[in-house]
């Protein structure tokens, strides 16, 4: 699985904003905590709202918070507002795969890495996250010996 950057910035700004919430944050004091650019940071942010991960207010008091509490925001919420599905194959959902041959039991495995995948993001919110106790199967993952490695 690759994070790009939007990806990155989504789950850094939600995790600032559930650092304050319920308080509004400005795009300016989420860019200057996270060393982020404003107007990519701005882009990132209407997606997330678009997704109802947060609400905007206007005006001079203005900003954003989550829409819902810390405790209730996965990470997987978050990515799938600015990134879509989680696993993808050209472009297709892994079920949607079909292939011929010695490839035929492709999908299985396809499918199989997106449920790995979800079976962190989806169960660790942000409140997880910012408290730095993440659940107990996320953390016998990152205690592997090679996790760490890269590969």
Known sequence: MQISARGDYAVRAALSLATA??????????????????????????????????????GAEGGYTLARPPREVTVGAVLRA?????????GLRPEETSYEGAAENLPGLW??????VRRVVDEVSLAEIISGRLPAHVRRLTALPDAWEPR
Not at 82 to 90: D, F, I, M, N, Q
Request: glycine letters at 8%; zero cysteines.
């Open 82 to 90: 600015v990134e879509g599905p989680l696993a993808g194959v050209r």
């Open 21 to 58: 919430y319920p308080r509004l944050l400005s795009t300016q004091a989420i860019a200057a905590e996270q060393g982020m650019p404003r107007k990519f940071l701005e882009a990132v942010l209407a997606d997330l709202r678009r997704a109802g991960v947060v609400r905007a207010q206007r």
């Open 111 to 116: 499918v199989a890495v997106r449920a790995a």
